[in-house]
């Protein structure tokens, strides 16, 4: 067979050379060595690919690659330039490429086939009709081992010798129909058999990109066949070539070959599906990211895929120079030029690709996988927010730049003038702008193209405005306030109302916070902000003198309903504070006439009732004299309050015949009493403060009845107003005390107490009744121990209101109330107030049971003295608490009531008792007698003796009888009769133990009388 290869002068060269120096054999082996289980490990596919790629370039024809493993042995057919010797002896030899020449080759450091290594121990290339090439590591080992300067190095590498050094000849390998070429694998373990059925599953379209020469990779596996494809992406390439400047300042640390090599190329591809859309992966929700296919390895590819991870979706091939491990760029000035041209290439397809939001995807954010994916990345992030590739509705403002004393000779840096750069024009497909010139605001495609003209650079609906590519382009984030901000000089000057309402229908209701300042046209021509305040009227009201905003009827829209806009019915109109405004200063304003009469107008048509909007009360209205009045301060002639208070104007005829007495009333004019209703009202002279008679000495009383430390609050208030102006009482309390005015007699309930009403309280406190004061009566056949103290109220008038304003009913009653007490001990004090013996002890009994706390202790007090019932200085009165006391505190005024009580009434009147008044020692002597048996028939606990004294003195004083000691003294039977019943516990019955002393003959008569008792 003819070694039309030259295959046994390469084999000889090769082995002389060894033998001349046995470091060159260590060398060859050890690189081979660490190339295919180094940096070719698992590059076997891809550098038969690139083989595959380089021969159909040579050829001019497309290239395709069949590969198939059969048997163990992997089988690479390939098109294109056959098998020649140049190319059989680049594939024996180390870093020396035969196609360092052919431009747009991939293979370009001689050392891709070693990958064949990695998996076989005899490899073997031919092509069609020709004789083929094979290397086997058994026969180049047995040619080493024949050479004796060789044998010894041969053994302490364990008989390890670089395979493709020494290439043989071999028969014509059966190449497949339609191919030009095979390389044929027999693999060398179950291990590389593995390893190839990965490598083979994991080709992917990736491969082809870097290789633009070969079209199709075949793969048949397991009787299964795949056909791997280019397929559908967007690709962007760019190359150029070096001049003799750059190729010495960039290629300075780069080997030879490389320099003989002075042409650079970028790819970038990203994939893309029908109709122009960009393929991405889901997110879920229908959201699809931008992003590679599953089995395209995320690496920069150089052409081949290397170890450097590229996080972009976009798939980058470039001439980057390669480390020495031929899986990592090397670093330097030559990768540093790459990367700013890849970044520019990247700007470029980004431009190119169709302007969709998928486009965001693109954007790179500014962290890196790897030193070199960073370094794209912020190159990329310099270009990208000034490359125009973003659609806008709107063309961008103009650019405003301040200049400087470079752009002028003339500088004054005091000027403050600025140039104004004109903007770029539209163009066929639209406005493109960059991401510094463009806007993002949230909404409906309705929206946007509503405010276009009004947001400069406004991106398309879709565009998801939180997406963070957005801020780093530095697209401004206008929110939907911003946009209400923009809504203002020049941008809307002129609009016409329909096209506000046009604006509104397509505002999201469900912001209303953001729509606030919206503005509003007016019917009056004015444009305002926000729709709080302004009014939609419905029906022809003549409002214009109150100065209303009413919105002009072609822009009326529910959006400014929501958003604090009132319909203008007569109500909501009439509680406007522009009407509130206009009725407060109506008595100072020349159109006071106007504006009496939209109001009455608004008054008639709302059909408001009296009092339910008391500020009505101001309108200026016209009198029956002439004058100007506010209408609170106006009578109704003819109407029931006309007839009850003292004389006061009266309101113009006129207005009563045109507006009727209904609306005047509910204007404020008087028909009846006016009444005032409020609530939650804080009870502090500074908050309370309805233009009240008393209004202040009222709330003075409330607060001392609560006695809170912080003001409290009345929920519900309703006062009748004008009492002090009323001449006719009988007539007035007719109405007062009868509903709807007797309400506001109700008492207050005011943290869970009850206080008189400010109604209630007013007429207790003036001479309402028959010219007298409601305090100072009581009820026809109220409680008897109230008679003389308080005089008889008038019949015929309601009972339960007259105890509401302050007539009494009983005496608990009055003890019960704030002051009662107080009251009581006054009215008993007065001379002119007549009261008998049991009246006043009943008085003085029911006051024992008050908290003195609630009492100030009396100057004067009621007593008897003599017998007498008189009224005495308190300094004077002492309060009995014994009855044998009495005969040594005879001459002062007497406080009398049961003994039990007696320091009870001490305390509440500060009175002393008797017995702090004398010691009540017996200063006589007598003699023990014994007691009659009789008396504890009556007396069961009578003591067995007493002491009899024929002159009984106690403290000096001569007195019947007295208890000292445990002991009774007297002088006769009934002081005897006395003391004993007093010792016993049974002073009811001193009189009858006094007959049944004097008699005791009857004591029969005295038990059976006892027992009836």
């Not at 599953?201 to 280019?230: C, F, K, N």
Request: one cysteine or more.
């Amino acid at each position: 067979m003819d070694d039309i290869f030259g295959t046994d002068r390469m084999r000889t060269a090769v082995l002389a050379a060894w033998k001349a120096s046995p470091a060159r054999f260590r060398e060859d082996a050890n690189a081979e060595e660490d190339f295919a289980l180094g940096g070719y490990r698992d590059r076997l596919i891809v550098e038969l690919a690139q083989n595959a790629a380089d021969s159909a370039l040579r050829a001019g024809k497309p290239g395709v690659l069949r590969l198939s493993l059969r048997d163990n042995v992997l089988f690479a057919a390939n098109t294109g330039a056959p098998l020649d010797a140049a190319g059989v002896e680049g594939l024996s030899t180390l870093r020396v490429s035969a196609k360092r020449d052919d431009a747009g080759a991939v293979g370009r450091f001689g050392v891709g086939f070693a990958a064949v290594v990695s998996v076989s121990d005899s490899p073997a290339i031919g092509s069609r009709g020709a004789a083929g090439v094979r290397w086997s590591r058994s026969e180049t080992a047995d040619a080493v081992a024949a050479v004796p300067e060789l044998a010894g190095h041969l053994a302490d590498r364990g008989g390890h010798v670089p395979l493709l050094r020494l290439p043989y000849i071999t028969e014509t390998l059966p190449v497949p129909d339609g191919f030009d070429t095979l390389v044929r694998l027999p693999l060398r373990d179950a291990q590389a058999a593995e390893a190839v059925r990965r490598m083979l599953d994991e080709a992917s379209p990736a491969l082809l990109l870097g290789m633009p020469a070969l079209t199709r990779i075949e793969i048949e596996l397991d009787g299964q066949e795949r056909v791997v494809e280019p397929g559908s992406w967007q690709v962007w390439s760019e190359s150029g070539e070096f001049t003799a400047g750059q190729v010495a300042e960039l290629f300075a640390d780069r080997p030879t070959e490389e320099r003989a090599r002075p042409y650079w190329s970028i790819r970038w591809a990203v994939p893309a599906e029908v109709d122009g859309a960009l393929e991405g992966r889901s997110l879920g929700a229908g959201t699809r990211a931008l992003a590679l296919p599953s089995s395209v390895r995320a690496v920069v590819h150089a052409p081949t895929p290397s170890d450097e991870p590229l996080d972009l979706p976009a798939l980058l091939i470039a001439s980057f120079p390669m480390a020495t491990d031929r899986r990592h760029v090397a670093k330097g000035p030559l990768t540093d030029f790459l990367v700013e041209r890849a970044a520019e290439a990247y700007v470029r397809l980004v431009q190119d690709l169709p302007r969709t939001p998928r486009l965001l995807d693109l954007v790179p954010a500014l962290m890196g996988k790897g030193e070199l994916d960073a370094m794209i990345r912020r190159a990329i992030l310099r270009r990208l927010p000034d490359a125009p590739f973003l659609p806008a509705l709107s063309a961008p403002a103009p650019a405003v730049q301040t200049p400087t004393f470079a752009d002028s000779a003339l500088y004054d840096p005091d000027a403050g003038w600025t140039v104004e750069h004109p903007v770029r024009e539209q163009g066929e497909d639209g406005w493109v702008v960059t991401g510094r010139e463009a806007a993002v605001v949230p909404g409906s495609a309705e929206l946007l193209q509503r405010i276009a003209e009004i947001v400069p650079g406004l991106l398309p609906a879709g565009w998801p405005s939180r997406h963070p590519a957005l801020a780093t382009l530095g697209v401004r984030q206008v929110g939907l306030a911003d946009v209400v901000d923009l809504l203002s000089g020049e941008a809307v000057e002129g609009r016409e109302p329909s096209w506000w309402r046009e604006l509104y229908d397509v505002l999201p209701a469900d912001d209303p916070e953001s729509l606030g300042a919206l503005p509003v046209p007016l019917a009056d021509g004015r444009l305002v902000r926000g729709p709080r305040g302004t009014l939609m009227l419905s029906g022809s009201l003549d409002l214009g003198p109150l100065g209303l905003r009413i919105v002009h009827p072609d822009a009326a829209h529910p959006l400014l309903l929501r958003l604090g806009s009132a319909e203008a019915t007569p109500r909501t109109v009439l509680e406007d504070p522009v009407t509130k405004a206009a009725v407060s200063e109506s008595l100072d304003n020349p159109d006071h006439e106007e504006i009496a009469r939209a109001v009455l107008a608004l008054v008639d048509a709302a059909g408001l009732a009296a009092g339910e909007l008391p500020w009505l009360a101001e309108l200026a209205l016209r009198g029956a004299d002439g004058d100007l009045y506010s209408a609170g301060d106006l009578l109704l002639p003819g109407g029931a309050l006309s007839a009850i208070l003292e004389e006061g104007p009266l309101a113009d005829d006129e207005l009563v015949s045109r507006y009727g007495s209904r609306a005047l009333v509910a204007a404020g004019v008087l028909d009846g009493f006016a009444v005032v209703n409020d609530s939650d009202v804080l009870l502090d002279p500074d908050d309370c403060d309805h233009d009240l008679d008393g209004e202040d000495d009222w709330l003075d009383d409330v607060l001392d009845v609560l006695d809170s430390d912080l003001p409290p609050v009345a929920p519900e208030f309703t006062a009748v107003r004008d009492l002090e102006l009323v001449a006719d009482w009988p007539a007035a309390l007719a109405l007062l005390t009868r509903p709807p005015l007797r309400g506001a007699l109700m008492p207050l309930r005011v943290q869970g107490a009850e206080v008189p009403s400010y109604t209630a309280w007013w007429l207790a406190e003036h001479p309402v009744l028959d010219g007298r004061r409601p305090r100072r009566l009581r009820l026809p056949g109220a409680d008897p121990l109230l008679h003389g103290l308080y005089g008889d109220a008038p019949a015929g008038l309601d009972e339960a209101a007259l105890a509401m304003i302050g007539v009494r009913t009983t005496l608990a009653s009055l003890l019960e109330s704030h002051g009662g007490p107080e009251e009581l001990l006054e009215r008993m004090a007065d001379p002119a107030v007549e009261l008998d013996r049991a009246q006043l002890r009943g008085l003085w009994m029911a006051l024992a049971g008050v908290d003195p706390s609630r009492v100030s202790p009396p100057e004067r007090v009621r007593a008897v003295r003599d017998g007498v019932i008189v009224v005495a200085d308190a300094e004077d009165a002492v309060v009995v608490e014994a009855p044998d006391l009495l005969q040594l505190v005879a001459d002062r005024p007497l406080v009398l009531a049961p003994f039990d009580l007696a320091e009870a009434l001490s305390e509440l009147l500060d009175l002393p008792l008797a017995g702090e008044l004398a010691t009540g020692e017996v200063t006589s002597s007598g003699a023990e007698e014994q007691v009659p048996a009789q008396v504890r028939s009556l007396l069961p606990a009578a003591p067995a003796t007493y002491v009899l004294h024929e002159k009984l003195l106690v403290d000096g004083v001569e007195c019947a009888w007295r208890f000292f000691d445990g002991k009774v003294h007297c002088t006769g039977i009934e002081g005897l009769a006395r003391g004993l019943a007093w010792a016993t516990g049974q002073w009811g019955d001193r009189l009858a133990v006094a007959a049944l002393l004097r008699d005791p003959d009857a004591v029969p008569l005295l038990l059976a009388e006892a027992d009836l008792s």
